[in-house]
């Protein structure tokens, strides 16, 4: 059990954490506004800064770290794969490849991978592989498939992936936008049912949303999608990026509904934490459409990602993250919960992933999460006024009792 901050690591000589901030604001362009930490190491589910201060690592990097920081197996799969070979492009093949794709096919039950980097880069894929399937195989008219999405969304930051966000920071000044996209809100099958008509190829939705704030669906919600896709010969693609990979205690979020997808995206946690490695999953009578020279990417499926990939696959096939999902995810969310009426106006979450409204009275997210980490707690917040907490699946009991002991001290001091 580790309680403490401030007690091990080693302080390590150079630049000041202000030093490295002011590096930053001036000469990193401004995207994002980061909390003023700066860590140097991390190993499970804590990080440590350049003070030699340790954090308890709440955030794992928005699920890419569900494995833990440093994690041994990950890291010896990557060590052993960087003396062998790290990348030939899909010009050649290469000794990872095809083992990474059959294994990840058979942990997620669909028959063809291809893989990618990025998430946004995978669900571009999914939106040209839904558009080809349109035309090839549903006989949409060229040019005038559409694919309805839902509002509240984050699917990445391309520019056709902004041109269905209804998020204005995301999208404003970015045009002129993609179009072929209908959004509907998120939840709501009639609005859904409404908008799929004959030139429909897909409806991508994630299962839970993650950056509006862990909306959890109402219970029959992806059910019903399932069976309206089915229906008009319409494809169901889940965004699984952030959901999927053990965090929301199964392997895919899509499980907790009884659903399977036509089209699965996964990112995120595939890379372990350690390089960008995503994919998207379908059968092969879906991605049969997509031939040589009609999609790719040089790193895709490179040696290095195909190698740490399938580590992930192989812890994920004990079933032991998600059992720890499952399990201390209740404890957190029951704990949490002990805390509406505290500062906190509503919980939402399922497995180890948790949506917190703060009562705005009190201040916004952002101030929490400043107030976390004074406590020796890194979390983020979300629209305003709501916190999201996503540890490492490696956090025990202990820490998340101390954790969510931290965030009831900080809110009492708010209040
Ligand atoms: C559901 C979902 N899809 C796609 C993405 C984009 O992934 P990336 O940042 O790797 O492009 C994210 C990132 O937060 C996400 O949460």
Same mark, same amino acid.
């Given at each position: 059990m580790i309680l403490a901050i401030n007690d091990t690591a080693p302080v390590p000589t150079g630049f000041s954490a202000d030093a490295h901030i002011e590096l930053a604001e001036q000469h990193?362009?401004?995207?994002y506004a980061p909390l003023p930490v700066v860590v140097s190491s991390a190993r499970g589910s804590w990080v440590t800064d350049v003070d030699g201060t340790r954090y308890l690592d709440c955030l794992a990097a928005y699920s890419a770290v569900n494995f833990g920081h440093s994690n041994p197996e990950i890291l010896a799969a990557a060590r052993e794969q960087l003396e062998k070979v790290t990348l030939v492009s899909r010009a050649f093949h290469h000794d990872q490849f095809g083992p990474f794709c059959a294994e990840l096919s058979t942990l997620v039950g669909k028959e063809v991978v291809l893989p990618m980097n990025t998430g946004a880069e995978a669900v571009e894929t999914g939106i040209k592989l839904a558009r080809k399937w349109g035309y090839?195989?549903? $006989?949409?008219?060229? $040019?005038?498939a559409n694919i309805v999405v839902a509002g509240g969304n984050f699917h990445g930051r391309t520019t056709t992936i902004i041109s269905f966000s209804d998020d204005d920071s995301a999208r404003a000044g970015f045009g002129p936008y993609t179009p072929g996209f209908r959004t509907v809100p998120y939840g709501d099958i009639g609005a859904a049912t409404a908008a799929?008509?004959?030139?429909?190829v897909a409806v991508l939705v994630e299962p839970i949303q993650g950056e509006a704030g862990v909306i959890v669906p109402p219970a029959d919600y992806l059910r019903r999608i399932r069976d309206l896709c089915t229906h008009h010969r319409v494809l169901f693609i889940a965004?699984?990026?952030?959901? $999927? &990979?053990?965090?929301?205690?199964?392997? &895919?979020?899509c499980e907790h509904f009884g659903v399977v997808p036509d089209v699965i995206l996964l990112g995120k946690a595939l890379g372990g934490g350690v390089v960008p490695v995503s994919a998207v999953l379908a059968d092969a009578d879906i991605m049969g459409v997509l031939r040589p020279g009609q999609h790719g990417s040089t790193?895709? $499926?490179n040696a290095l990602a195909c190698a740490v990939g399938r580590s992930v696959v192989r812890m994920l096939s004990t079933g032991e993250f998600q059992e720890r999902a499952r399990v201390l995810g209740h404890h957190l969310q029951s704990r949490l919960r002990r805390l509406i009426g505290s500062g906190v106006t509503e919980v939402r979450g399922i497995g180890m992933w948790a949506g917190i409204d703060i009562d705005p009275s009190l201040g916004t997210g952002r101030t929490v999460c400043e107030g976390l980490m004074r406590h020796g707690v890194l979390a983020k917040d979300t629209h305003g006024s709501t916190l999201r907490l996503a540890p490492?699946?490696?956090?025990?009991q202990p820490e998340i009792d101390w954790a969510v002991d931290q965030l009831a001290a900080v809110l009492a001091e708010l209040g």
């Open positions: 990193a362009a401004q995207t090839e195989v549903k $006989g949409v008219p060229d $040019g005038q799929v008509d004959e030139h429909t965004d699984e990026i952030q959901s $999927g &990979l053990a965090r929301t205690g199964t392997t &895919l979020a790193f895709g $499926g490492p699946l490696v956090i025990d």
